[in-house]
């Protein structure tokens, strides 16, 4: 007997098989179905999907074999992926090289075999789609053109399933961070709902749910719009819309009419509370779309006009914020087509993963640059406050991405480190006029990951810039403190100063600040305690760190 020879690629060629995850995997109906065409249209009783391992070849599919698995030095499959095309030996018992082999003097008594190498990268022969007979025989010609043909389609299988799995891990990735997106909407201030195609509503936020009286559980999947809009109003707009366009416009597509010719479209629209109160608002709709462009709904975002002295701020507000989303959502699918072609051609997982990182660290980057610029625009002051604060979120956000970026490792981050260049960062550019602020951090080296490091770091940089806001108000001098600790699996962090500042501002549960640190903190499952009487108020946010 002849063993089975050992290509002269065989490291690569072991590595191109163990980036295909097939390897001990379970069953799988797709490949069966190719193994059971193969012995239908070869006329055999066996058939096999083979992956050739290290000292084994491991059947992915059999037909008509209980066996797993035979030792390598013994397959006949050895022999079949050195060869650049179809193998086929007519009688085993006849040949040279399997007469004595342990295959054909006993179980599964092989005597035909023929069998065609899978390269799923176009270059190492991982395995084989083969057939086997008890009897000696040969292949017709047409035979031979269908086995080869299902072994392209083998190939193409396991490509797509590679491609799969790989894309899983991408999701998981994008998944983590709309977690914290849809966290940032349920705790919006406005009104925000979505429809779709046909309005029937497919999400209604609290605020929504506070604005008109309803309940998620009132509307969502039961309704449209239509329900708490004036009728009155809808009918006389459809009218004007009717007239303009030379087609009949009704119902739902009286408010999403404008969205054929644009992105997105303000109007001040008469909302009708459940309790039958009416409401003046600012809607301004857009639609929402797939990754291909293709429209999927439609997204509202409403504000209560009551105090109408502040209309004119509200609406420039708004319309900022829905042109940064637009901005920001065109440019992350636009990288996300980018990234799924860089994997579909098969670039190393770390390189991809650098990648990531980098162009999440510049988007961010973007926004905080278009932050700070419309900031400089606004005249209200308390509105500026609210782009700046939002941009040292997204500041945060961005040098988490930046350390993983530079460091080279992309699953797990120094925090402790972090906490150092986001201090120096947010510091720099907060400090409170004439007032000269200490600033201490004690912290432990803390490795954690990426998770766990986004939430936590915007819950530092809330606190940290509540307390250069509130703790340093009209005093010379003042002390911000920030501590990092580890005892066994429990972590905490503390952030306080020692004025009044952090106590009074973080303990207004209503304010946008302290619902993020309450979401987040529950994010990463853990509890916060806070401190409000100077001196040394601060908040406490204590987890558990495995």
């Not at 899983?168 to 909407?185: C, E, H, K, N, W």
């Not at 986001?422 to 004690?442: H, K, Y």
């Not at 429990?490 to 600040?513: A, H």
Request: hydrophobic share 40%; glycine share 6%.
């Amino acid at each position: 007997m002849k063993p089975a020879p050992i290509p002269a690629d065989e490291p690569t060629r072991q590595r191109s098989l163990d980036d295909l995850a097939l390897i001990d995997s379970p069953d799988e109906p797709a490949f069966d179905d190719l193994a059971h065409l193969a012995a239908i249209i070869c006329g055999t009783p066996i058939a096999l999907i083979s992956l050739v391992d290290g000292n084994r070849q491991w059947f992915k599919s059999r037909v008509g074999l209980a066996a797993r698995e035979t030792p390598r030095d013994i397959s006949f499959c050895g022999h079949a992926i050195v060869e650049d095309r179809l193998f086929e030996v007519p009688d085993a018992a006849a040949d040279p090289r399997f007469a004595d082999n342990p295959l054909v003097l006993g179980e599964p008594n092989v005597r035909f075999y023929a069998a065609v190498p899978l390269a799923p990268d176009g270059r190492h022969n991982v395995g084989t789609l083969c057939v086997i007979d008890h009897v000696p025989r040969r292949l017709t010609n047409e035979q031979r053109e269908a086995l080869s043909a299902l072994g392209r389609q083998a190939v193409r299988l396991m490509d797509m399933r590679n491609a799969s799995r790989r894309e899983v891990g991408l999701r998981r990735d994008l998944f983590a961070q709309s977690d914290l997106s849809r966290s940032m909407i349920e705790h919006a201030g406005e009104a925000i709902i979505s429809a779709d195609l046909t309005g029937v509503i497919r999400s209604f936020n609290p605020a929504a749910e506070r604005l008109l009286g309803y309940t998620a559980a009132d509307l969502v999947n039961r309704a449209t719009p239509e329900i708490f809009h004036d009728p009155a109003e809808v009918a006389q707009r459809a009218a004007e819309l009717s007239a303009q366009c030379g087609e009949s416009v009704t119902g739902f597509q009286t408010f999403v009419h404008p969205l054929r010719q644009q992105d997105a479209h303000t109007a001040e629209w008469t909302y009708v509370r459940k309790d039958r109160t009416r409401i003046p608002v600012m809607l301004t709709l857009s639609t929402l779309k797939d990754d291909g462009g293709q429209p999927v709904g439609y997204l509202g975002m409403a504000r209560d006009l009551s105090d109408r002295h502040r209309q004119a701020e509200q609406e420039r507000t708004v319309a900022c914020i829905m042109d940064i989303i637009r901005t920001s959502q065109a440019d992350f699918i636009g990288e996300r087509r980018q990234l799924e072609e860089q994997q579909r051609l098969r670039f190393q997982s770390e390189t991809l993963l650098k990648e990531v990182h980098h162009r999440v660290k510049n988007n961010m980057q973007v926004i905080s640059s278009l932050l700070s610029i419309q900031s400089a625009k606004l005249e209200g002051e308390q509105q500026r406050g609210v782009f700046l604060e939002c941009r040292e979120r997204i500041r945060a956000m961005s040098l988490i991405h930046d350390r993983l970026y530079s460091t080279g490792t992309y699953e797990q981050i120094d925090f402790a480190e972090y906490l150092r260049e986001m201090l120096a960062l947010i510091v720099s550019s907060n400090r409170p006029d004439g007032t000269e602020v200490a600033v201490t951090l004690e912290a432990v080296p803390l490795q954690m990951s990426v998770d766990r490091a986004v939430p936590l770091s915007l819950i530092a940089s809330e606190l940290v810039l509540n307390s250069l806001k509130h703790g340093f108000h009209g005093r010379p001098r003042g002390a911000l403190v920030v501590r990092l600790e580890r005892r066994g699996d429990d972590c905490l962090l503390f952030v306080g100063d020692d004025g009044p500042g952090i106590g009074r501002g973080v303990t207004n549960r209503g304010g946008v600040g302290m619902q993020l640190v309450e979401t987040l903190t529950r994010q990463i499952r853990g509890r916060h305690e806070v401190r409000p009487d100077p001196p040394g108020a601060g908040v406490t946010i204590h987890w558990r760190e495995p």
